[in-house]
């Protein structure tokens, strides 16, 4: 089988504070999300994937190609880094042509190149703009199109959804599939489960600069669903619902805040829960301000996995 992704005890430290450790992993085509939470390594590994640090120890192929320092390779690779760094005093169109022509692109190919990937993410419109008077979700979406100017053969996505409106995350996601179906390669970072849901099936987790687990997402899913949960629902009725959920098995403990009208119910079966408090809500006309589940995050799960 050709990798398109190929490393092997893979490590990388800062000082006294490791990175990475002993990353063993293969890729092939198609889309994989890297999950983790903050701090995982997910950065790091990405860096070094795109060429922007090299590894202390272990290798790196692509394309069964090294990494470090080849920049021939650059040509079939796209990254688009979790932190911008732009020339701000450019517009955003100038920026794109400088940086399709480092590609080796002339004229009115340049042109054509960089008009494509701004119009791929939105940004037409806005080309004219200094990149200072671009709002965060601008900035990110032009991280994207100097991704993609390239039409590259592996694209590199550190959290690529940081900052875009709910619109253009749905496009971007669309965008991303049409990439797979072009039988192209791209890793997308987060820490935001249902982001990466929303693109693939493939994921690996990383935790604590390791390879905790690569599989099927609905695996981990199940594995979040299992865990204990936290779930706040504030509303003008919240003792009744504490009243009403304290009979259910599934249900461990309940907590009060008066003040906040508010209960915080630990559960071990979320669907469940939520069925059963959709029906309480609805039987009893109650009027619900805010659900949130604070322990509904990768952090959360990798916490809970790895203590129990």
């Not at 085509?29 to 795109?50: H, Q």
């Not at 079939?76 to 590609?103: I, P, R, T």
């Not at 849901?197 to 600069?209: D, K, S």
Request: proline share 3%; with cysteine; glycine share 6%.
């Amino acid at each position: 089988m050709s990798f398109i992704l190929k490393a092997e005890k893979l490590s990388k430290w800062y000082g006294n504070i490791l990175g990475i450790s002993e990353i063993s992993i293969e890729i092939t085509p198609g889309v994989y999300g890297l999950l983790g939470p903050n701090g995982a390594g997910k950065s790091t590994f990405l860096k070094i994937a795109s060429g922007q640090l090299k590894q202390n120890l272990g290798s790196i192929k692509i394309f069964g190609e090294d990494v470090f320092n080849n920049y021939k390779l650059f040509s079939k690779v796209g990254f688009c880094a979790e932190h911008d760094s732009y020339y701000k005093e450019v517009s955003g169109w100038e920026f794109m042509l400088f940086s399709v022509k480092c590609h080796g692109f002339k004229g009115k190919e340049a042109e054509q190149a960089a008009e494509f990937a701004l119009n791929k993410v939105g940004l037409v419109e806005d080309k004219s703009k200094l990149i200072s008077a671009y709002s965060l979700g601008m900035r990110q979406k032009l991280k994207l199109a100097l991704s993609i100017i390239h039409d590259p053969e592996f694209l590199i996505l550190d959290e690529p959804l940081k900052g875009i409106d709910p619109i253009w995350r749905v496009k971007i996601i669309e965008m991303i599939k049409e990439f797979e179906s072009r039988g192209k390669t791209i890793i997308v970072s987060s820490h935001i489960l249902p982001e990466v849901e929303a693109m693939t099936n493939n994921v690996i987790l990383i935790h604590q600069g390791k390879i905790f687990a690569q599989g099927d997402i609905q695996e981990i899913r199940d594995l979040i669903d299992s865990h204990p949960h936290k779930i706040s629902v504030k509303c003008n009725k919240h003792r009744l619902i504490a009243n009403k959920m304290i009979n259910y098995d599934f249900v461990l403990n309940i907590q009060f805040k008066d003040k906040e009208n508010e209960v915080i119910i630990n559960t071990d079966n979320r669907e469940n829960f939520f069925v059963s408090l959709m029906e309480i809500v609805v039987d009893n006309n109650v009027d619900v301000q805010e659900i949130t589940s604070p322990d509904d995050n990768l952090q959360a799960v990798f916490d809970y996995l790895i203590g129990r």
